[in-house]
């Protein structure tokens, strides 16, 4: 298969067309042609399996499988997560074309499937919450631990994420019990979504659709961030954001309000400096 | 055992009736009731034991073992330090009583014994401060990189840190030296107690009793943090802060003062945006 | 070996007598006779091994070898591109160099070859930037993904990085596609050279020679970084830095500028606090 | 699960009220019981498990699975096999209880299930043959060799082994490419069913049902071993056996004859010595 | 230390000035001088040690560990039958220094210590023996596997052995259920004591002491093999064999009989071919 | 590559034109794209290499490879041995081609060279000979105890091999410190040239050219087997066998004499029943 022909199935993999196990599967077989060290690795991920929930089973298990609990055991966990819940697995697609679409240095749907902590650490912890309705969260602990082990990423299994969720180069990212993630938004690394200490019940923030979050920026306490707001890198967020508004600081104050279009897909986290300084 | 028998040992747990050994194996017995899948694995860390130091040396060893020093050194290693230095277990009990007193996601002590990347990192530290008195450095440090590689926790044999201390999700922490920490302290993730670099000798701050650091503050130099101060998320902190002072920003100003409470424990990190704003 | 006789080779290891794989040998030997339980360690990643670039290989190997690509393949990799690119281990010698120079916690080489993630990670990134100029960015991202998960150290293989490099900790250091970082530049950790989202092109900053960056700094999108520039810790960095100055704050403000000297060396990340608040 | 419904229930499970998975899981549930530090592990191995076929997999997988053929990948051809040719599994329930009739150090289905390198060599002959019969021959020689590493079992892929076969402690089996064994066979340890090397084609040998071969007991060359017939420990046997006849020395000689029994299952290998001597 | 103080330490070993862990010790040290690559592994497999005891579980469980049971977990079991049983201990001490006295091929104590499938086999089954005497048959039979799977080598937790053994070689040997073997014995491997199948009750060969058996030789039923015997290689006995008296053929024929010496001891298995043509 | 042309490259590869590794690398071509499974695998292993040493090298370390010494340091000493004795390389040649040439059941060179026992433990051996005639007899014994464990194949580092050599199965193989054997022999498992215990010094067997050996046969003492001798399975010989005669038994008498043949070729090891019962 020519490059030519990856580029046409990705611009078509926008579509309904060329679905987002079509491209994988294209991409996994060019790549294994280029790199005969990793062929086999491509294949075992992704050219031996039939769907892109077993793939996606095979590479959760792969890399969370340990002394503690191994590799086939978590993989079955996985496939009747996402066997119960015919959800996930759409959400595991809107979140991989959201990485496509969204991040200029990610050329493949293969690299975040594969490779980024962010998508890795999504999708486990998708697992993860799944069991924490099953009532089983002894284990759905242990996949958080894990998750934050492997990936850095910490999101504790009771938080409710949207679908369409980006989260990159993810260390660091910190997300609480109570938190409330909307579709379609976009988290640097060291994103957190903090409780305040001061409330045990509902005390992390909840988050909107399509809103973009910076590297570092702390969202602390039950407050609502609205859709398709913008927070600046190492921003300290203590107060409600409104629909649309773009926030930094720290502690954060609005540099801007627009009507509420869709930051987290245009990826714009560059905030006017001189807009901050006013 | 019953869940309201559970409860009513985790109650009296903050009492001296109930010590945290039996809790930890109560909640073991529970946890792996109630999930066969990991059964083996609470056996293994925790009902197989005869001790906390026992059932932590055993942990420790397990995670940290390798290919360059492996589970059964690290657990010899262990041993003779808890052996030696009979302060250490108790405070590892402080410690895991301070997660469970202090986090409200925390609803066992098991979670932080088996699972918290900020308990684990802290207490292989303990273990390497202990060698580092021992004069035998190499393997201080040697511990020290293994802890940083796998719970993103780089906190240097020769700091001094207190008991009763939680580190919450802990990825990122770094702890400078020459660094002090008093007891009954609460870090969050991303807490760095950092050098200034113009000074070879003591060049890290000196942190008191019940301070409360928000999550990516950085403290600098060899500056002094009173008791029960408070810190805000991601405040650069350049200069004393006094005794029962929250501060906060970049670089961090005093928000307010009030008596020398226990701010850590209370685990209060919202910081009251509008003072900030003054 | 003496303790004295140590210390003579580390100050004569500055100068061309003495250089960095003799003392690490050196080193190596010491710590191998202090340390018994990890003799066979060092003797495996230093004494065996003839030269620098054996002994780097062999530990870039050991470490980021597994399952989908074994120790034995990534170091005939990484032998490869340090045989046909010679400029590799002059530049790594340098890094080695500074991180001796400039960490006053760093005693010996041996700690930041064997230990430091910021090292490590960088080395492994110089290996995939090679890969990245052989057009194999299949292999190249691989290993951009296992520095990440190993060492939290995300560097775009594209990326170009300078030589005497040190990074400090450098757990969350993420470093985009087309940023550009000049000579003996220090970062410590959770530095970010990010791009904007706005660009599909070259969106990163350019970074000068000689510059320092405090921890968790942010550095967004295509800027420039004067040569000596000092960035304070935590600080966003949204507009360019010129020649010597000193900026700090959220978002960043020229705190002062004096004449080009090295900071990077001086390693004074304290930013005068009665500056910032001006 | 008290001892006396464990024999109750092995006892009812030589006829068809207590099928051989239900034996197995109740085995294993006492077990788990009785071995706290194994309880994770027959978790994991059979109590997790739907049926026969899933735990035989997972453990056929974790036992092949290595750093060329994960445990994950094997279990997915394990499983393949199984689905498609529903005769396997037959044949495994029967060598199952052919161990449990004729073994007598063996109380329970789950030593052979669990433990005995002849059970598991020959289950992973079974799915090596069927790949034989796909024209994998690549993968089936790859498992061929693995069960040889594992268990010092070496059965060429093509040959054709009946059901309802025991082989005792296996170290050293090695059975020819042409070979075919009968129905309710029983092996001891070093059993060779050899080529003579002078022929290309058909050159192994073809035994009969019921047939009982002693340890290291060597049968040569394309020659017919008759229903019910016995092989002395060390025979070394070149020419036909009658059904029902005994035969051993070096050369193999017959010692008796008698009517077509079964001396596998009654697992009678002292053959007198006085006819022997005759 | 020269090689002229070892081959002094190994005279004395003999007697009671030079034990046999001074003596390994002693060896150990010096084959990490002479050897670096491997001077890690003999200092935790000996010199990192303070007894025998502690030496031999760490080797065994280092050994043994793996998915099912870690060697933390061996140890653990390891320890506590050598502290409950001291005769074992002292069986050790004896059968290391039967290998020393009797292989000629075997130069010094560290060699079957470290590296002898008999030697390692042997002291695994007496931990497994203890467990059976303990009622932990499920652990027992464990062991039983993993040392039939590491070594080759399958011995019955309830068979009783001997002290002063020396198992040369080893792979292939079987001792059944109900077997014993007295002090002093020397097996070649392959070496089988079976059971005859007819029997389920008492089936296995008692074997006096000071017998020495030749490779492959197999005794089948519950006979008896009187003190000093010797057994030719290849050799099936099926009937008693008298004290001082060496038997040899298939079946085995008596070929001498002289006074009651210690054939084990002088490890002469040649028998003389004249007297077997007789 | 279509079979015919692997066909006809095997064919070629008994002459000079088609050498041992370019067969090896057309049928591992061939294999990786008929076993997508195993395509990681043969690339590893074969196809990413520039020469037969190479490729050895990497298998024989990935085997060997372990806690007590890894793939990468067993590589190094592997390569230094073909390095320095370029006669090794030769009989690796010579043994794969006599694999290819003798056995039946080997359709390839494929499988001998990954995954045949006797040809790994045999090319072990030769490495451990080298370090042995190095002075290096403890890292000799260690890879000695290392084949054993892994191959079931105990060769003393010090016995001499000649070339051309296949050991068949191998599981059992056990071969002295004094024993030599002669070029293009062939050993079928369970071989052994075994010492009589009375010799401390010359004590096993010189074994000619092109000498034949049967499953399980011993033969025991420094006694000499003549070119072209064939010794029947499971016979013990204890006294010298003339050239080109055939012995079998136990003990071991002629069974016929023919001109000096190479019996070891044709691997004809029926031996005709009627003549031995003569």
């Known amino acids: 298969m020519s490059e030519s022909e990856v580029k046409t199935a990705k611009a078509a993999g926008t579509g309904a067309a ?18 005969p060290a990793l062929a086999g690795f491509f294949n075992a991920a992704v050219l031996s399996h039939d769907s892109l929930t077993q793939a996606l089973c095979y590479q959760l298990a792969q890399k969370a499988g340990g002394p503690d609990m191994n590799a086939l055991q978590i ?14 697995i759409k959400c595991v697609e809107r979140d991989l ?27 486990t912890y998708r697992v993860a919450h799944w069991l924490w309705h ?57 994103v957190n979504l903090g409780g305040t200490g001061k409330e045990f019940t509902d005390r992390h923030p909840k988050v909107g659709k399509g809103v973009l979050i910076g590297a570092d920026a702390k969202i602390l306490g039950n407050i609502k961030i609205g859709d398709y707001a913008r927070i600046g890198a190492s921003s300290v967020v203590l107060e409600d954001v409104k629909c649309g508004c773009t926030v930094a600081g720290v502690p954060a104050k609005v540099i801007a309000c627009i009507d509420c279009e869709e930051p987290a897909k245009a990826m714009d986290h560059l905030i006017s400096p001189s807009k901050m300084q006013d």
Chains 1, 2, 3, 4, 5, 6 share one sequence.
């Open 134 to 190: 099953q009532d089983r969260d002894v284990l759905a602990f242990f996949m958080q631990s894990r998750t934050s082990e492997l990936y850095g990423v910490d999101i504790h299994p009771a938080a409710k994420m949207g679908c369409g969720i980006m989260m990159d180069h993810a260390t660091g990212v910190v997300i609480g019990e109570t938190a409330v993630v909307g579709d379609d938004c976009s988290f640097m690394h060291g």
């Open 18 to 35: 060329a679905p987002v196990w079509q491209r994988l599967r294209l991409e996994a077989a060019e790549a294994a042609r280029r790199e």
């Open 75 to 88: 993989r079955e966990v996985c496939k009747q997560a996402f066997l119960e819940d015919k959800n996930i």
């Open 97 to 123: 074309q959201a990485v496509s679409d969204r991040d200029p240095a990610c050329r493949t749907l293969l690299q975040p499937f594969l490779f980024f902590k962010g998508f890795l650490g999504l999708q």
